[in-house]
């Protein structure tokens, strides 16, 4: 593939001199021209060769400065095709609570959703204590892909007491909003959730679902939901392409 732009690589320059490693010179120059917005997402960067006769500096040190902006989510090496432009995150405000449907409206992209399962089950130990249900009580699981734009961006298991909602398997959950479902077919007002956030490796449902390369993390969101009332709504867990998308938390010093 030929390099999008590739007469913007004749200005990348190293100092030898410098006592900053060139490998580090390397790394913050191509980050300088990502800001630029010169090179836009999923552009090719030179062949390494290419690259390393222009700045006069070794497959080793060219390689040393993409080892440091792959592990920023900058760019992506993957074997046997190139280096490219990783796609730009979509962040998440974590002091506003949204449905994934929402937030990704609100980030100017389209959102979509391919059903894996969706079955009624008798819960687990946590879920039946969280959700404070009796043993023969049972609860929905919805498993999902979610798409920004048409591109995976996370796989998302649910469960939801049943009694909250019977007949939730009657709506069409590739296409609508879970959360809009809850509230206006079935009067529930979500108000508040608490959400714990880690880092994963893809294993391969992660992969084959998501289409994740394999240096990406996985960032899983578990949440837990509640109503104005304080009733227990939903119990879930979200893992997202990390280098799609990353959450941005915002805290406020208690004095």
């Known amino acids: 593939m030929t390099p999008q732009g590739s007469g913007i690589w004749t200005w990348l320059r190293i100092d030898k001199a410098d006592p900053t490693p060139m490998y580090a010179q390397i790394a913050e120059a191509i980050q300088a021209l990502l800001r630029s917005g010169g090179l836009p997402p999923g552009s ?25 902006l792959e592990r920023e989510g900058l760019i992506q090496c993957q074997r046997g095709r190139g280096t490219f432009v990783s796609p730009r995150r979509i962040n998440k405000q974590q002091q506003e609570m949204r ?3 929402e937030e990704i409206r609100a980030r100017g992209a389209t959102p979509s959703s391919k059903l894996i ?4 089950l008798r819960p687990g130990h946590a879920a039946r204590e969280f959700f404070r249900l009796p043993e023969d009580e049972p609860v929905y699981e919805i498993e999902r892909v979610r798409l ?7 796989i998302e298991k649910v469960e939801i007491p049943c009694y909250l909602c019977r007949g939730l398997a009657d709506f069409d959950l590739a296409r609508q909003s879970l ?11 979500l108000a508040r959730c608490v959400e714990e956030i880690s880092a994963a490796r893809p294993d391969r449902k992660h992969r084959q679902l998501l289409a994740a390369p394999r240096s990406a993390a996985i960032l899983v969101i578990k949440r ?13 867990v979200t893992a997202y392409r990390g280098d799609l998308y990353q959450a ?3 805290s406020v010093r208690a004095r």
């Open 117 to 120: 399962t969706f079955r009624t």
């Open 44 to 68: 090719a960067l030179p062949p390494e060769r290419v690259l390393c006769e222009h700045l006069g500096v070794s497959r080793m040190t060219l390689r040393q400065a993409y080892d440091l």
């Open 248 to 250: 941005i938390v915002r």
């Open 99 to 101: 449905s994934f449907t």
């Open 179 to 189: 959360y809009r479902i809850l509230e206006e077919h079935y009067g529930l007002e």
């Open 224 to 236: 837990k939901t509640f109503t104005a009332n304080d009733t227990p709504v939903e119990m879930g």
């Open 148 to 154: 920004a734009d048409d591109t995976p961006l996370a």
